[in-house]
C-alpha cells in the first residue's frame, strides 16, 4: 500500500513558469513531511521540509503548501529554471517503530525548457 | 570532507550470484538505510539500522541481507534469491531513526545479466 501517493509522473514547463508537484497522505500520525530533490545518476538531497502545524513554508523560489483537513501537501517551484530539472520525492514520516522512517512518494521528473 | 560513499557506481553480475553493495559513512550518525529506486517507482526500503549490530527489515527485504558490525559501514548483499536486482540502489544515513534529514549516498547502479 503506497502510504505517499505522488503527482504527476512527470512534468514539463517554460523557463519562469511554476512547477506544482502534488503528494497525498492516509495515516494521520505523519508529523514531518520533506521533499527531495534527485539530479541524474546522484542521490537525493534535502530540499525543503514542513511540520503540519504550518500551512506554508517557504525558502526562496522553493514553497510547500500543506493542507492539513485534506491531507496533501504541495510543492511549488516559482520562476522555474533549466537547472531546476529533476526528479522530485515527496514523502511523510511519523513516530515510533512502524512510523518513524520515510515513506516515499513514486517521484516526479521536471523539465524546464529554457 | 563528510558524506557517504558508496562503491562501485556501476556493477555487473551474472543472474545467480550474489553481490555485495558497499556503503561507507564518516558522519558519524547512527542510523543507516539501504533503498531500492526502479523508474516510476519512488525509493523503497530494503532494510535500515538505527544501531550497531542491529538492524531491521523495510518494505521489500526479501532476497537481500545486510550487517552493521561498525557504525561507519553497512554493506548490503543482493542474493540470488532476489528475482530482480538489476536496479539503482542508494544507501543514506541520519544522525538517529528519529531524526529528521536523511542523507543519500551517490547510489550503485547494479545490473544483473
Known amino acids: 500500500q503506497q502510504q505517499v501517493k505522488q503527482s504527476p509522473q512527470s512534468l514539463i514547463v517554460q523557463k519562469g513558469g511554476i512547477s506544482i508537484i502534488n503528494c497525498a497522505y492516509e495515516?494521520?500520525?505523519?508529523?514531518?513531511f520533506p521533499w527531495y530533490q534527485q539530479f541524474p545518476g546522484k542521490g537525493p538531497a534535502l530540499l525543503i521540509a514542513?511540520?503540519?502545524?504550518?500551512s506554508e513554508k517557504k525558502e526562496g523560489r522553493f514553497t510547500i503548501s500543506f493542507n492539513k483537513s485534506a491531507k496533501q501537501f504541495s510543492l511549488h517551484i516559482m520562476d522555474s529554471q533549466p537547472g531546476d530539472s529533476a526528479t522530485y520525492f515527496c514523502?511523510?514520516?511519523?513516530?515510533?517503530?512502524?512510523?518513524?522512517?520515510?515513506?516515499f512518494g513514486r517521484g516526479t521528473q521536471l523539465t524546464v525548457w529554457p | 570532507d563528510g558524506g557517504i560513499t558508496q562503491s562501485p557506481k556501476y556493477l555487473f553480475r551474472k543472474e545467480g550470484q550474489n553481490v555485495t553493495l558497499s556503503c561507507e559513512q564518516n558522519?558519524?550518525?547512527?542510523?543507516m538505510y539501504w533503498y531500492r529506486q526502479d523508474p516510476g517507482q519512488g525509493l523503497r526500503l530494503i532494510y535500515y539500522?538505527?544501531?550497531?549490530?542491529?538492524?531491521q527489515k523495510g518494505d521489500i527485504a526479501e532476497g537481500y541481507s545486510v550487517s552493521r558490525e561498525k557504525k561507519e559501514s553497512f554493506p548490503l548483499t543482493v542474493t540470488s534469491a532476489q528475482k530482480n536486482p538489476t536496479a539503482f540502489y542508494l544507501c543514506?544515513?541520519?544522525?538517529?531513526?528519529?531524526?529528521?534529514?536523511?542523507?543519500f549516498g551517490p547510489g550503485t547502479r547494479l545490473t544483473v545479466l
Open positions: 543514506a544515513s541520519s544522525i538517529q531513526n528519529s531524526h529528521l534529514e536523511q542523507f
Open positions: 495515516n494521520t500520525a505523519f508529523d514531518y
Open positions: 514542513i511540520r503540519p502545524d504550518v
Open positions: 514523502a511523510a514520516k511519523g513516530r515510533g517503530s512502524t512510523l518513524g522512517r520515510l515513506y
Open positions: 558522519l558519524n550518525h547512527d542510523a
Open positions: 539500522s538505527q544501531i550497531v549490530n542491529d538492524f
